[in-house]
Structure formats: C-alpha cells, structure tokens
C-alpha cells in the first residue's frame, strides 16, 4: 500500500469515526431530552400561557411568538434581498458606491447580533417609539438577515447562465421582463436555500428580541401605571406609578384619609366590592394589567393574598380556616391539605401553639393567635404578594412584636406590602416605604433613605410628628 493510498485509508476512518461519535452523542442527548421530558409533555404545555415566571403553565406565547417574529422578518427582508441583488448585478455600473455597499453588507453580516439588538432598541423602539413588540423585533431581524439574504441572492442570481439572459433579449424582451421571468425564477431555488438559513438564523437569535420584543418573564410584581381611583365624585388616587419590590418588605405611610389602604385594595380588586368606585389606568403583575376584564379575579386574589386590619378567622376550625382557600378550589386530598395546613401554620409560626387543637375553633385562639392564623391562612393559597392592612393595629404590644419578626421572615418566602400608621414599625421592619399624602404618593424609595435624608420637606414633617 502507497502511502496516498494509506492516507485516504487513515481519512475515511477518521471520517467514519467522527460520524459514529456524532451519531451517538446526538442520540445519546436525543434520549434524555426525551426519556425526562416526555413525562410531562401534554396539550396543556403547548396550548397554555406561562405562569409564575415561567415555571409553570406552557410554552403557546413563545410558540406564537417565534413565528410571527420569523414570519414577518422575513417577509420584511426576502423582497429588500432580493431586489437590492438584482440590482447589484443587473442593474447598478460598476462604481465606487457599488463596492461600498457590497463591503457593508459583507461587513454587517458579520456583526454580533447584539449590535442589531441595541440598534433595534435606539430606532424602533425609542425613536420611532414602535414599544417593545413584534414588529420591533421583526424589523430588527429583518436588518439582521438582509446581508445572509443580499449575499444568497446575489450569487444565485450571478449562476444563472448568460445564456438564458440573451435568449430572452434576443426575442425582444426588455431588461425588466428578462429580470422577472427568466433571471428571479431561474435563481428562486438557491434565493429559497438562503432564505431558509435566514429562518434558521432568526428563530435561534435571542439577544435582538430581548431587546425589542421580548415581554421578560422575570418575576414581575405588582406595579401600578397612572393609577386613578374615585369613589363617586370624590378622586382619592392621583394618577399613581409605584413598583411593589420582590421578596422586600415595602412599607405605605401616611396621615389617615391619604389613600393607603385604597392603594393597597388596589392590587387585589378589592375595591371592585365598593359599587362607587371607578378605577383608571394599570395594574400589571407579570406584564398583564389585572383589571383587564379577560383576567380571573379569583386568580389573581390567589396570587395577591390579603390580611386585614382586625383579625377575622371563619366560624370554622383552626385546620379548616387554613385550608378553606384549597378546598374552594376543590382539592380533596387529605394528605395534601394537611401538609399545607401544617407548612403554613408553620410559616405563620403558629403550628407549635395549636398542632394539637387543630378541630378546635379558632375562635378560641387569643387576638394575636387569630391575627397569625390569617397570615397562615393566605399563605396556603402560596401567594406571590401578601397584602398587609395595619395587621397589629388591634394587637397587644407583645402580639405586634411577634407579627413584626414574622414579616421579616416571611419576605424570604413572599414580597410583603404594608399598611401602617405606626412610623415606627416601618421603620423596624420594612425595607422600601412609600410616603402617601392627600393622593399621591410623595416620596418613595429605601427606608432608610426616606427616614433619615428625606427629600420632600412634606415627608420630613410627617416623620418628625408636625402633622400626621
């Protein structure tokens, strides 16, 4: 054996064992995707909207989402494409400008997609305040694979014979019609092949649409938008944008009459029971607005539990209060309720005192036990938000206390939102405050920021016991 004849030897093995090496990495990775996955795939996952920041619910949003944003760009970027190389080759002289064009498209198709992602964001979205949205990103991807498209389609249409262009000349066409009917459909196959690497290139791009078009599903929390509220003639909220921080104890302050616990009712509906009262502008949690008519109340009073200002268990048993919120949406399970019942007694640090009176009514619980009991109550809905409205202004020093460190340990598990005439007590326990007065809120940032550098001299007087 020659040593070229070894060579292709040595070549067509390594060949051949690079292939069953890919083969079976791609199989192998094939099989656990499959084997773990398979389990929970079902038409819910495909057909349902994501939930909890994405870690549950379904895949139908990015599902629709990533056609339309393929969809679109390309039908935005294959007309440009092709035209511009029919023009390239066809119709433009041979020029300085046309060498410049031809370097940046080359240039640009090299660019990270992050650039276009940037740029996406400064013209569509800012300039041209498109908003963050599908056509955002689809003009941003459109730009992103012109130059994959330009370069595809100038070479397919350079392939087509000469021939064929002078047989349509001669027959008396005119340039325009050679173009159209002899040129473009004669290169349409391999034009088609770039466009398909483009599709590839726009569904697998993520940094353009996170910019321009991605709705994020971060965890977003409560956050009003020129929230306007009334009841009957008389405007209580003045046009409110607040931001509820996640896993933080965000404390509201304020002069009786200012519109604390209104704003508080807000993030749950709660002011829907009041028949006068009329409500403009936005609430979003998670990038939807939850007085949408389309949105489940009863899910988002799930999602953004409540406790009041005085305590107020159901005539039912300890085990039944805690469990009232699983049964009513028909969980039936013994063992599931009871362990719910017992981590969320546990939460409210109440499990210890009553684990052995669980049927006993919870009216035999002292103010303070009852007020914890609450807590423990909305915890087993496993709320996002926990609504707080003067939990201890009904309580003994002693109960206040232990509500108190049980908030900080609660904000580990649930971002709290606190209603308190006590300055003190946010002060103590909260980690944002927000200062409310005749309507509006006046100041709003880190509590120790508002307590000791306050910014509005309003907010000064309030503290320091001027008015209030």
Known sequence: MNYRKLKEVIGVNMLRLSIIFTAFFLISFMYVIFSNGYSVLSWSFLVESPRNAMTEGGIFPALIGTLSLTVLSILIALPLGILTAVYMVHLAKPSWLVRVVRI???????????????????????????????LSGSLTLAILVLPVIINASEEAIRGVPKSFIEASLALGASQRDTILRVVIPTALPNILTGAIISIGRVAGETAPIMFTAATFY?????????????????????????????????????????GKSTLLRSFNRMNDL????????????????????????????????????????????????????????????????????????????????????????????????QQRLCIARALANNPEVLLLDEPTSALDPKSTSKIEELCIDLKDKV????????????????????????????????TKDVFTVPKDKRTEAYLTGVFG
């Not at 940046?104 to 979205?125: C, E, K, Q, R």
């Not at 008389?234 to 944008?241: F, M, Q, R, T, W």
């Not at 980690?431 to 409310?436: I, K, L, S």
Request: hydrophobic share 40%; with cysteine.
């Open 104 to 134: 940046a498209v080359n240039t640009l198709a090299g660019v990270p997609s992050i650039i276009y992602g940037l740029f996406g964001l400064a013209l569509f979205v800012r300039t041209l305040n498109l908003q963050v949205s599908i």
């Open 218 to 258: 971060t965890r977003k929390l409560p956050t009003s938008e020129n929230l306007k509220l009334w009841f009957d003639d008389n405007y209580v909220l003045h046009d409110l944008d607040f931001t509820v921080h996640e896993k933080k104890i965000t404390a509201l302050i304020g002069p009786s009459g200012c």
């Open 274 to 369: 009041i028949p006068e009262c009329k409500i403009e502008g936005k609430i979003n949690l998670h990038g939807e607005n939850i007085y949408n008519p389309k949105m489940d109340i009863t899910d988002i009073r799930t999602k953004i539990g409540m406790v009041f200002q005085r305590p107020n268990p159901f005539p039912k048993s300890i085990y039944n209060n805690v469990a009232y919120g699983l049964q009513i949406r028909g969980e039936k399970n013994r063992q599931v309720l009871n362990e719910a019942v017992e981590k969320s007694l546990r939460g409210a640090w109440l499990w210890d005192e009553v684990k052995d009176r669980l049927h006993s009514s919870a009216f035999s619980l002292s103010g303070g036990q």
């Open 415 to 446: 971002t709290i939102l606190i209603v308190t005439h006590n300055i003190g007590q946010a002060g103590r326990i909260s980690d944002y405050t927000a200062f409310m007065y005749l309507g509006d809120i006046i100041e709003f940032g880190k």
